[in-house]
């Protein structure tokens, strides 16, 4: 026990490489803008345009799949190039060129374009970025360092909801429901937080040179450890039943939340994400990922037990808050073991591979939770994803994930 509360008193103490506080000020710059104008989309399609929610399901889905086989090349291309700063500033650069063409949306179909593009940024950043952290913080760090990055981005995400719910008060008072004009000023104030954050990534930012790697994206793959696969396969098991957050903000709206209730409600999760998720991470790295791991699952299928069955506005305030403790325990510790289990020449594709498996389960997750929200109700979706998520914890208890 002293020699653990020696080893954590360390890791506490180390300062993190300034590169990785770097990457955390681009994914809270990032995460404000994504939270002002992307979190809303699902209200702005049920309330301004009229959208049923089994279409929302499917543009949710088809959004974040879109960024699955992007994810795969740009994180192969990380590898055998060596330039990941240069894929993930294009990454970040294309989503927030495209989202303020959301401030012109007058149907469904521009607001999927939009959609599509952004994530396609998406889709071109996040192998490279990861594989970035993992190259510069030492092993006994990586949890500490991921934790920190996720930490960054839901202080952003945090910081935007609040300033959205200010000027949606100034803009629809109490109203219920999102007005289109309303929306348009959030979407005008998600451009300059997006400008900013290309400019962090541009000029503090700075990238070792690694070896690249030579060969196909297949001899690479096979080139992976097995554990490696496995964890990969049970976290595709979790992530089916891991629907669009759209789906949660929706719930709330049946309990009736007005819109400034929504922004808040979102902003207390992202705030217990931000204070939960470098701790996680940290103690992944002195106790291990899989508890951690498991820990965050296992709250998961609680509190979308919760949200299948709540029946009143403080019992959305409650779920939403542990759900903040599923982020901060997951989050961290999942990106690390990647790194755990995989060479340092291959890390770039490893984590292509991470995050493909994060969205690739995205469309059929988001239109199945649509489909069964239409067809029998608003628990429905709830009680399907606390069912996988306990599925994948008996998964990932049968992986020997390495220390």
């Not at 300034?18 to 000020?25: E, F, H, I, N, S």
């Not at 219920?176 to 000023?185: A, D, G, K, P």
């Not at 489909?371 to 628990?379: A, T, V």
Request: hydrophobic share 55%; charged share 15%; proline share 3%.
């Amino acid at each position: 026990m002293a020699q653990t509360a020696t080893l954590q008193d360390k890791l506490n103490v180390v300062p993190l490489d300034p590169t990785v506080r770097a990457l955390g000020v681009v994914s809270l710059l990032n995460d404000f803008s994504s939270e002002v104008a992307v979190r809303t989309l699902p209200l702005f399609l049920a309330n301004v345009l009229g959208v049923r929610i089994g279409i929302i399901g499917l543009i949710e889905g088809i959004a974040e799949s879109t960024a699955t086989l992007l994810k795969l090349a740009s994180g192969h291309l990380a590898d055998r190039t060596g330039r990941k700063k240069a894929l993930a500033l294009w990454g970040y650069g294309f989503s927030n060129l495209t989202k303020p063409l959301l401030f012109f949306a007058t149907s469904w179909g521009l607001v999927l374009a939009v959609r599509f593009l952004d994530r396609v940024g998406k889709g071109i950043r996040s192998a490279p970025r990861d594989a970035l952290i993992a190259d510069i913080t030492p092993p006994e760090l990586r949890g500490r360092a991921f934790g920190f990055n996720k930490a960054m981005d839901k202080t952003g995400g945090f910081l935007g909801l609040i300033v959205a719910a200010a000027v949606l008060y100034l803009t629809q008072q109490d109203t219920l429901t999102l007005t289109r004009e309303s929306y348009q000023w959030l979407v005008l104030l998600a451009v300059l937080p997006g400008l900013a954050a290309i400019g962090v990534m541009a000029w503090c930012v700075e990238e070792r040179p690694r070896a690249s790697i030579k060969g196909s994206a297949a001899l690479t793959w096979s080139q992976m450890d097995g554990r490696f696969w496995a964890f990969i396969a049970v976290l595709t098991i979790f992530m089916l039943g891991n629907s669009s957050d759209a789906f949660l903000m929706l719930r709330a709206q049946t309990v009736g939340f007005s819109t400034i209730e929504i922004f808040l409600v979102v902003a207390a999760f992202s705030l217990v994400v931000a204070l939960t998720s470098t701790k996680g991470g940290t103690l992944s790295d002195t106790l291990g990922r899989r508890g951690l791991i498991i820990a965050g699952w296992l709250i998961y299928a609680v509190i979308y037990l919760g949200f299948a069955f709540a029946s009143q506005g403080w019992h959305i305030w409650i779920l939403y808050a542990g759900y903040g403790l599923y982020y901060g325990a997951f989050l961290g510790a999942s990106s690390a073991v990647v790194a755990d289990l995989v060479s340092e020449r291959l890390r770039g594709t490893a984590y292509g591979i991470f995050n493909a498996a994060l969205g690739v389960a995205a469309l059929p997750a988001s239109l199945i939770a649509g489909l069964l929200w239409d067809w029998y109700g608003p628990s429905a979706p709830f009680l399907f994803g606390a069912a996988l998520a306990v599925l994948a914890v008996i998964g990932l208890l049968l992986i020997p994930l390495r220390r």
